[in-house]
């Protein structure tokens, strides 16, 4: 620690090469700030505890076939679940086709197997009892400006009325809140009652697209989803039951392996910063050979030249990849306003400032080491000569 | 007022960067093909050029003692011409396999407000209505050359991961498709038998997804299914399973109904008689649009995530290798800057350093951004992938590098290069030649 000063030294005694190399840093870790974030996106939920005990019942063959009302009582039969509810794609455009609104239509239980949606008692109760009440997520109230009591006509991009009207009206009852864990979206449904969209659409008949099947005990959820398929085997509606996580991991695999681009992105971005911290780093150590050598003139033993230079270069990294980190997190929620809810990035979490200071330190070491190696090693009569 | 000279110099420096930059965007290869002959002419034939061309010659040579801090930019520009290019080789992949789907002069009529097949639904009466439509072509027993068409996503595993299950497209269709769409042919096996389980799948789907190899058996609707032949297209159809529509509609409970009409016309002009027809038609509340147009338009909206996608991450690694190249090239300028100053006292003028250091890192970059597509064609070209498209199946493509790609990739890496060059190159230029000459 006490060396501190004069590592600092050492680092800015070319002002203008340090600031070069330190704004490279700052890109590469933005940049992996910005697609951490959007690695996380893509497998949301996937280490949160919320929801562990739902298990989501569709088609097995196909997410567009719906399955029969009669599912959900048999489902309740089983023994080891609480709470069955049932939800159908709705399929929702706000005006243009670019507004897409994540709508769902619900059946009335649908806000109680979601303990992580929190809705005030009155609205809740203004929901029961409308027919084309809806409650909204606060950030899409938000996008739009929707308030209580507001009335929506909102298209469905696949369910005509009995009148072969596209737009359906519907009334804003309550705006709710979601807690932080949340899968992501969450904070974004249009939920309408099911019933009223079960009696004015002119093609389903008693049908919903998925069952949200509520557990006693998230640990008996393998032996209730076999019982929930064994229900419909060989029947036309065979189900798929898994844990609300996978069938939300599922729709981010099918895009395409996400993660697998991002590392071949920032493979390439982390080899380029790699090469160039390590030419900076040579040339610094370089420059100052005599510089080094007097240090060990006066004391220094060979061990503590060694660790000052790769401090130096870990410093480096350190502060160039916090700064980039920090800008990350800056715009990881200005991008996700601009993209129009289309890309909702988390802000840079936990996970990747840990990851992200791992990469510092290591990267630091790295570049470091033969610089470093070539300090410890140095003559100080040769170097003090020039040769 | 030194000072402030210099920094009105830099602030006219960075506005000139700008307006070659913008200038360089709009350059087509031809134009620049010309600017660099102009530059070998002024290079060969006037004084000033000889003496650039022989400073550049001292720093091209003198490279090899530099190749650690080179590679910096050759690499570093590599790198970002890469990245950018294998993005955007998908996004022309994706949006060049719907656009090759479908032609001018067959149209597809789908319900009134579908955006896609998956939303439509058109009633038997309809179907009648569409194929005796004016414009329609007739085949040799004169029956109208249309084919209506059912389309159903089935679970099937990937190939890559079989714990994935993807969205793929089955499309029942008539009996006249395959007039609809000559380009498709059968590769392996037989069509289906129209009335039996049987399905032909895309060449694609098969690549992509597990169990469609031609002899395989298949659940669906909880039927068993045969895959009975395997066909290629050469677009969106490949990612596609093709069976007999009846059989479909009956295995999904669909009744008589369809999902579209795709008919043949008579000829490309004929295609606004049609449509007026369909339009002004009471009886009915339909979309046509050509399917060359709804093909396209299925492609536009994730083709253009990934071009913004593409070109942020591009830029911000651009940046990065931009001052990359800068630190580089200071550090060039500076261990040359006895040489240089020598050159300036010996009558050498600014303008031939400036240039042969701006050469000189143009040079590198030229070599990065040829290596990054080079690496990137190698690497990708052809490259077979599959996302879910708009209608919530999964569309087979291949990454597709083409030259126009590559050149973007040049002109990116040349950008860089530039701007990482001119201001080192200056600095060499302005360099007091006394302080310098006593620099160690």
Same mark, same amino acid.
């Given at each position: 620690m006490k060396y501190l000063h004069l590592i600092w030294a050492a680092l800015f005694r070319r002002k203008t090469r340090t600031m070069l190399t330190l704004v490279s840093i700052v890109t590469a870790f933005l940049l992996f700030g910005m697609l951490d974030a959007v690695r996380t996106a893509f497998d949301s939920g996937s280490k949160s505890l919320v929801g562990v005990d739902r298990l989501i019942t569709s088609s097995r063959y196909s997410i567009i076939q719906s399955l029969p009302q009669a599912l959900q009582s048999r489902i309740s039969g089983i023994a080891g679940v609480r709470d069955v509810a049932y939800a159908n794609w709705f399929g929702g455009i706000y005006q243009d086709p670019k507004n897409f609104v994540f709508s769902y239509a619900v059946s009335p239980n649908y806000l109680d197997v979601y303990p992580e949606i929190h809705l005030a008692p009155e609205q809740r109760k203004a929901f029961d009892s409308s027919r084309t009440g809806v409650v909204i997520g606060p950030t899409l109230a938000q996008k739009y400006g929707w308030k209580v009591g507001d009335k929506i006509p909102l298209q469905s991009t696949i369910f005509p009325q009995k009148n072969g009207d596209k737009t359906w009206a519907f009334d804003i009852v309550g705006i709710y809140s979601v807690d932080d864990d949340a899968a992501n979206g969450m904070d974004q449904l249009f939920l309408l009652h099911w019933k009223y969209f079960d009696e004015a659409s002119?093609?389903?008949?008693?049908?919903?697209?998925w069952y949200i099947d509520r557990l006693q005990d998230a640990s008996q959820g393998d032996r209730v989803s076999k019982a929930i398929d064994a229900l419909s085997e060989n029947s036309d509606h065979e189900t798929k039951t898994q844990t609300e996580q996978a069938f939300n991991a599922s729709f981010a695999k099918q895009l395409g392996d996400i993660g697998l681009i991002v590392s071949a992105i920032m493979g390439a971005v982390f080899f380029t910063l790699i090469l160039l911290t390590a030419n900076t780093m040579t040339q610094a150590v370089r420059e100052r050979t005599s510089e080094l050598a007097v240090l060990k003139t006066i004391g220094f033993s060979s061990n503590s030249v060694l660790a000052m230079v790769l401090a130096e270069s870990v410093m480096l990294l350190v502060l160039g990849g916090v700064i980039g980190l920090s800008l990350a997190a800056l715009l990881a929620p200005i991008v996700s306003k601009g993209s129009g809810g289309m890309l909702n990035l988390p802000t840079v979490g936990g996970a990747s400032w840990a990851m992200g200071v791992g990469l510092m330190v290591i990267i630091g070491l790295v570049v470091g080491a033969l610089p470093a190696i070539r300090a410890m090693r140095l003559n100080i009569v040769d170097a003090l000569a020039g040769r | 007022m030194r000072k402030f000279k210099s920094f009105l110099g830099n602030l006219g420096l960075l506005a000139m960067l700008a307006i070659v930059l913008v200038i360089w965007v709009q350059l087509t290869p031809l134009l620049v093909g010309a600017l660099a002959l102009l530059l070998l002419l002024w290079l060969v034939l006037t004084r000033r050029g000889r003496q650039t061309l022989s400073v550049t010659g001292v720093g091209i040579s003198t490279l090899g003692q530099r190749i650690g801090a080179s590679s910096v930019i050759v690499i570093g520009i590599a790198g970002v011409v890469g990245v950018l290019v294998a993005v955007l080789a998908m996004g022309d992949g994706f949006a060049a396999t719907l656009q090759q789907t !479908?032609?001018? /002069?067959t149209a597809i009529v789908l319900r009134g407000g579908s955006s896609a097949e998956l939303n439509s639904v058109l009633e038997r009466d309809n179907i009648s209505v569409i194929e005796q439509a004016p414009g329609v072509a007739r085949g040799s027993k004169g029956e109208p050359v249309a084919s209506a068409e059912l389309s159903v996503v089935v679970n099937l595993p990937k190939k890559s991961d079989p714990s994935v299950d993807a969205n793929v497209q089955i499309r029942g269709v008539g009996e006249e498709a395959w007039a609809l769409r000559p380009n498709v042919r059968i590769l392996q096996g037989r069509r289906f038998t129209p009335g039996l389980r049987e399905l032909v799948v895309g060449q694609g789907a098969q690549h992509q997804f597990a169990g469609l190899e031609v002899g395989k058996q298949l659940r669906l609707a909880g039927q068993q299914w045969a895959v009975v032949g395997t066909f290629a297209s !050469? /677009?969106?159809? /490949?990612s596609e399973l093709w069976g007999d529509m009846q059989t479909v509609a009956a295995a999904y409970r669909r009744g008589a109904s369809a999902q579209s009409v795709t008919v043949r016309l008579v000829s490309p002009q004929a295609f606004d008689t049609f449509k007026a027809a369909l339009v002004s038609d009471p009886r009915l509340k339909v979309d046509v649009s050509t399917t060359r147009e709804y093909f396209s338009k299925q492609s536009e909206n994730l083709t253009k995530v990934i071009r913004i996608v593409g070109i942020t991450v591009g830029t911000i690694m651009a940046i990065g290798a931009i001052f990359g190249a800068l630190n580089t090239m200071f550090a060039a300028v500076s261990t040359r800057a006895r040489e240089i100053a020598t050159l300036r006292a010996i009558g050498f003028r600014g303008v031939p350093v400036v240039v042969s250091v701006l050469l000189e890192t143009m040079l590198l970059a030229l070599i990065g951004g040829a290596l990054g597509g080079l690496i990137t064609w190698l690497i990708f070209n052809g490259y077979t992938a599959s996302t879910l498209g708009s209608s919530f199946s999964q569309v087979v493509f291949q990454f597709k590098v083409s030259p126009q790609l590559l050149w973007t990739g040049i002109q990116w890496a040349m950008a860089i290069g530039f701007v990482g060059g001119v201001f080192p190159a200056v600095r060499a230029a302005r360099l007091p030649v006394t302080t310098a000459l006593r620099e160690l």
């Open positions: 002119l093609y389903t008949r008693h049908e919903m697209g | !479908g032609s001018n /002069d !050469g /677009d969106s159809h /490949d």
